[in-house]
T-cell receptor, first 116, second 110 residues
Framework: NAGVMQNPRHLVRRRGQEARLRCSPM?????VYWYRQLPEEGLKFMVYLQKENIIDESGMPKERFSAEFPKEGPSILRIQQVVRGDSAAYFC??????????????FGQGTRLTVV | KNEVEQSPQNLTAQEGEFITINCSYSVGISALHWLQQHPGGGIVSLFM?????KKHGRLIATINIQEKHSSLHITASHPRDSAVYIC????????????WGAGTKLIIKP
């Protein structure tokens, strides 16, 4: 799973600033999933993307959050005008296909966002 | 009520002990994942199961589809096994969303 690269590992932002979290999937993987882990809580699905397409963003907050996975480059999770409640660990996972019996997704190390 | 229940929430054991972590779920699933999360670190996928049993080194995962229950076992536990172990299930009607358990915090003392 070392192949899924997330950066930065730690990100500190002041309230009102923008946070950009990057995820480079494993080579050959075209499916990316973002999850959020709030303090003392389990992980929650946020969004599922394929190259240039958002497949499901039902777990994304309706405002301030957006995600993209361009044809070239990493997937980006963008949080505008961050608030303290956005402080969490954000994990990215990638897989070669999104089929139901897909081999297990590979996870990145996560980005720990702290809003001060 | 969480749809994925793990037990115990916390487990402390001595090095060498046999460890069992349990996971129960309430609806039909297409797959169940066991993952490991180290303090301050990322997540490692250990197993994905849809039936039966899988073994990797000192780790064994089993699933009973009829009883909607899975167990993760660690043989000859070692302090480096200390981590949070998370069970996650993929529902039958979803090919990507995972529903996560709260995790079991395991501490192995030397």
């Amino acid at each position: 799973n070392a192949g899924v690269m997330q950066n930065p590992r730690h990100l500190v932002r002041r309230r009102g600033q923008e946070a950009r979290l990057r995820c480079s999937p494993m080579k050959g993987h075209s499916h990316v999933y973002w999850y959020r882990q709030l303090p003392e809580e389990g992980l929650k699905f946020m969004v599922y993307l394929q190259k240039e397409n958002i497949i499901d963003e039902s777990g994304m907050p309706k405002e301030r959050f957006s995600a993209e996975f361009p044809k070239e480059g990493p997937s980006i999770l963008r949080i505008q005008q961050v608030v303290r409640g956005d402080s969490a660990a954000y994990f990215c996972a990638s897989s070669p296909t999104g089929a139901p019996r897909d081999p297990e997704a590979f996870f990145g190390q996560g980005t720990r966002l702290t809003v001060v | 009520k969480n749809e994925v229940e793990q037990s115990p929430q916390n487990l402390t054991a001595q090095e060498g002990e046999f460890i069992t972590i349990n996971c129960s779920y309430s609806v039909g699933i297409s797959a169940l994942h066991w993952l490991q999360q180290h303090p301050g670190g990322g997540i490692v996928s250990l197993f994905m199961l849809s039936s039966g049993k899988k073994k990797h080194g000192r780790l064994i995962a089993t699933i009973n589809i009829q009883e909607k229950h899975s167990s993760l076992h660690i043989t000859a536990s070692h302090p480096r096994d200390s981590a949070v172990y998370i069970c996650a299930v993929r529902y039958m009607d979803s090919n990507y969303q995972l529903i996560w358990g709260a995790g079991t915090k395991l501490i192995i003392k030397p």
